[in-house]
T-cell receptor, first 109, second 112 residues
Framework: QKEVEQNSGPLSVPEGAIASLNCTYS??????FFWYRQYSGKSPELIMF????GDKEDGRFTAQLNKASQYVSLLIRDSQPSDSATYLC?????????FGDGTTLTVKP | SAVISQKPSRDICQRGTSLTIQCQVD?????MFWYRQQPGQSLTLIAT?????????ESGFVIDKFPISRPNLTFSTLTVSNMSPEDSSIYLC?????????FGEGSRLTVL
């Protein structure tokens, strides 16, 4: 079992729809959880981080964390073509981050 | 947030040679890391660069192949030694600060 697993994708949604990205992790001691966006040929950029159970909203993005289920998700509302990228889930324990394989999202105009 | 500068941004190297990648952070950070991202894949942690002591390597990575230096809290280098085509990858420097992991722009290495 991989330490961090993401829905394999690719995921395609129409412009204006909600995109849902999911991630599960195996280490119950994981402390913090991050979502990065990576455009082709670029380095990852941080979108959201979450530490506590529940939801965290930032603009069109909502991160959801359920530590009991070892599950973290990212919702993108009103998806735009510029959101088309690979989204990486990262799980951190004692400052060391483990990344999932990523989910590629395409938002079609 | 931290700004991380890496150089070179890309290079083409011959098999058997070595290349050193430099990473400069604009502020002092406690933790610095080196990741590798092979084509079409996610990020894999190579090692934690420890200031003033030997780096801590992850399983599958060894010091002889990937020597790392970190002389102070803002600078680190990664050397890819005796390169083979399998080392063609993007190498990313990262720094952990204020609860977030920041990345440099990466160094794209092609080994012929």
């Amino acid at each position: 079992q991989k330490e961090v697993e993401q829905n394999s994708g690719p995921l395609s949604v129409p412009e204006g729809a909600i995109a849902s990205l999911n991630c599960t992790y195996s280490d119950r001691g994981s402390q913090s959880f991050f979502w990065y966006r990576q455009y082709s040929g670029k380095s990852p950029e941080l979108i959201m981080f979450i530490y506590s159970n529940g939801d965290k909203e930032d603009g069109r993005f909502t991160a959801q964390l359920n530590k009991a289920s070892q599950y973290v998700s990212l919702l993108i509302r009103d998806s735009q073509p510029s959101d088309s990228a690979t989204y990486l889930c990262a799980v951190t324990l004692e400052s060391k981050s483990t990344f999932g394989d990523g989910t590629t999202l395409t938002v079609k105009p | 947030s931290a700004v991380i500068s890496q150089k070179p941004s890309r290079d083409i190297c011959q098999r058997g040679t070595s290349l050193t990648i430099q990473c400069q952070v604009d502020s002092q950070v406690t933790m610095m890391f080196w990741y590798r991202q092979q084509p079409g894949q996610s990020l894999t942690l190579i090692a934690t660069a420890n200031q003033g002591s030997e780096a801590t390597y992850e399983s599958g990575f060894v010091i002889d192949k990937f020597p790392i230096s970190r002389p102070n809290l803002t600078f680190s280098t990664l050397t890819v030694s005796n390169m083979s085509p399998e080392d063609s990858s993007i190498y990313l420097c990262s720094a952990y600060g204020t609860g977030e992991l920041f990345f440099g722009e990466g160094s794209r290495l092609t080994v012929l």
